[in-house]
């Protein structure tokens, strides 16, 4: 692994470089700021991409965002779609009111002179990502960030594998974009699964000659990135697990590990099987976890990690939103 429809934005409400990319730290900067809706694209059947621009202060801040970071986003005065546009799943709990803000993973950010351009995607799952369906082009949303630590890269590494579950792919793609951009030393391979074929939150997937040459995802394929394709019920690509399918890549390339580095991004569950791998063959391994994120500043203590403390068997609790969500995968206590 928002805000408000009208076009007035609440009261209180560079360029990606390898330098964020070497350092696990997060900016300083972190808002509230004010961003424009561009577009809000359909893209399945309850997923969505969100697109947004920030200005002024909202720029600087987020032309530094680092992949593996995120943003809180204030869904409370946002309208609810008509009720016809409802589903039915989601008729009764989307009356809730939408109290805390919600947090959210950029798939895209590009700075371009004095504006910083944003994409979001996000899955229907709830009375908040319903109410994000209503937003279009000139509505302004508040968002606070960027927040987090996000993916640094180790020195030494000549490759990097993602690995991806459900809606853990947005952190991991716009991850493959600045090692593509700014570690071309860096060979990207990435591995993304989900239970059906159309639970896989991409735009569609490329030709079957493209795929036969391992580009399966415009998504990754656009950077040059190949990809692995992996469903639970074999709708697409490996039938399988989505580790299953990179241990069994793995084992058969059986490539260099001490110049091999995973990021991981999805359920725990597959979080927790990453990290075994990753021990099992020696690779540094780092993962980003999920955790409910009511403030995303340390303040409410609700998103806590079990980790186990340096140079020693104690453990320790760490915060989602403040020490990750990008952890070294063998620093996590799995349940």
């Not at 680092?66 to 009356?95: M, N, T, W, Y």
């Not at 994409?119 to 082009?137: C, D, I, K, Q, W």
């Amino acid at each position: 692994m928002v805000l408000r429809f009208s076009k007035v934005c609440f009261r209180h409400a560079e360029s990606l470089s390898v330098k964020v990319m070497s350092e696990k730290k997060s900016s300083p900067v972190k808002g509230p700021f004010c961003a424009a809706v561009r577009s809000n694209k359909r893209i399945g059947e309850r997923f969505y991409r969100l697109g947004l621009e920030f200005t002024g202060a909202g720029a600087t801040a987020f032309g530094r965002f680092r992949p593996g970071q995120f943003a809180e986003f204030d869904l409370s005065a946002v309208a609810l779609p008509p009720r016809e546009k409802i589903p039915e799943d989601l008729a009764d709990v989307c009356q809730r009111n939408i109290l805390l803000r919600r947090p959210f993973a950029f798939v895209d950010v590009s700075a371009e002179k004095n504006k910083t351009f944003a994409e979001l995607l996000y899955s229907v799952v709830g009375p908040a990502s319903l109410r994000m369906t209503t937003l279009a082009a000139g509505d302004s949303v508040n968002v606070m960030g960027p927040l987090g630590n996000g993916f640094w890269v180790p020195d030494g590494k000549k490759r990097a594998f993602l690995i991806c579950g459900g809606m853990g792919a947005p952190p991991l793609q716009i991850l493959a974009k600045v090692l593509t951009k700014d570690f071309p030393d860096i060979e990207v391979i990435a591995f993304a699964g989900a239970k059906t074929a159309k639970d896989l939150p991409f735009e569609g997937r490329l030709d079957e000659i493209s795929q036969q040459l391992g580009f399966s995802l415009p998504e990754f394929a656009k950077y040059g990135v190949n990809s692995q394709l992996a469903t639970d019920d074999g709708s697409a690509g490996f039938k399988g697990m989505v580790t299953d399918c990179f241990k069994q890549w793995f084992d058969k390339a059986n490539p260099a590990r001490e110049r091999s580095v995973i990021y991981a991004c999805g359920p725990e569950q597959m979080l927790a099987k990453v990290a075994e791998i990753a021990k099992e063959k020696n690779i540094d391994c780092q993962i980003s976890m999920e955790r409910r994120m009511a403030c995303g500043i340390g303040i409410c203590q609700s998103c806590a990690i079990l980790c186990r403390a340096n140079g020693s068997n104690e453990t320790v609790y760490k915060l989602c939103c403040e020490d990750g969500p990008v952890f070294d995968s063998k620093e996590v206590v799995f349940n």
